[in-house]
């Protein structure tokens, strides 16, 4: 005896609810797709506002105050002080990252990150600043969103430029050790003498740190460069020449 077809309102009833699933995958679908634009996209322009911003700020008043002189204490690393105007220290340069000048601010929290900066660690090892006598200037600064200043940090190599501009002063830094994968509980590559990085010296050093893989936090991406000259800002605020033609 052959089977009887289902009745019609069990299939209109599987047609409705396909109908459905169907509407519904598209509309999480497009959540999903909204929520990566703002996430990776509409954040980048409003950090990057932000972040223009607060450094035009410190330009204008470097413009209209006299330069302070640091006097860091010998023993340990000094807090910025009157130099840490307007929430901002200076201006990171990597030429081989392509992303233009990168204000730098106290603190790596996301409060400071997020605003589409650089922040320099104050906790768990406080950073020591570029004219401090030795010790590392520690910075981090996101990968994706919120500016994603260090989002091309995978293009630096050995050799290259890092310049840190305050207002009297140019610190120009060479790359000579990279580490693409650690742990983000790995407080050892910033620690004053970077031993992971080969240096077993104290010297006046600088850490570049990240989240990888890109649009993770999983790990985190080290680059450590090594002071090799300062160069006093002239009236004409003259580029130095590794930032010249980039």
């Known amino acids: 005896m052959s089977r009887a077809a289902p009745p019609s309102r069990f299939r209109s009833g599987l047609v409705g609810f396909l109908i459905l699933l169907g509407e519904l995958m598209i509309t999480v679908g497009l959540v999903v797709a909204l929520f990566l634009v703002y996430s990776l ?12 911003a607060r450094g035009n700020e410190v330009r204008r008043h470097w ?6 002189k640091p006097e860091p204490e010998p023993a340990a690393p000094a807090e910025p002080g009157a130099l840490d105007v307007h929430d901002g220290i200076g201006f990171l340069h990597v030429p081989a990252m392509r ?3 990168v204000l730098v601010k106290r603190g790596t929290t996301a409060s400071v990150l997020n605003d589409g900066v650089a922040g320099y660690y104050t906790d768990p090892v406080k950073a020591a600043l570029p004219w401090e006598a030795s010790g590392n200037f520690g910075l981090a600064a996101h990968r994706d969103g919120h500016g994603a200043k260090f989002h091309n940090i995978d293009k630096v190599k050995y050799g290259d430029a890092i310049v840190f501009e305050t207002q009297d002063t140019w610190y120009v830094y060479k790359v000579f050790a990279k580490l693409p994968q650690t742990s983000k509980y790995n407080v050892d590559v910033i620690s004053p003498i970077p031993k992971e990085s080969g240096r077993k010296v104290p010297g006046r050093y600088i850490t570049l740190t990240t989240c990888t893989p890109v649009y993770t936090s999983k ?13 006093l800002v002239n009236a004409k605020r003259t580029l130095p020449p590794e930032l010249r033609g980039r």
Request: hydrophobic share 40%; charged share 25%; aromatic share 14%.
């Open 41 to 52: 996209w509409w954040t980048d322009v409003v950090a990057d506002r932000q972040a223009s």
């Open 63 to 68: 413009q209209a105050t006299p330069a302070p």
């Open 99 to 101: 992303n233009g000048e």
């Open 219 to 231: 790990f985190r991406y080290v680059v450590w460069g090594e002071l090799v000259r300062t160069e």
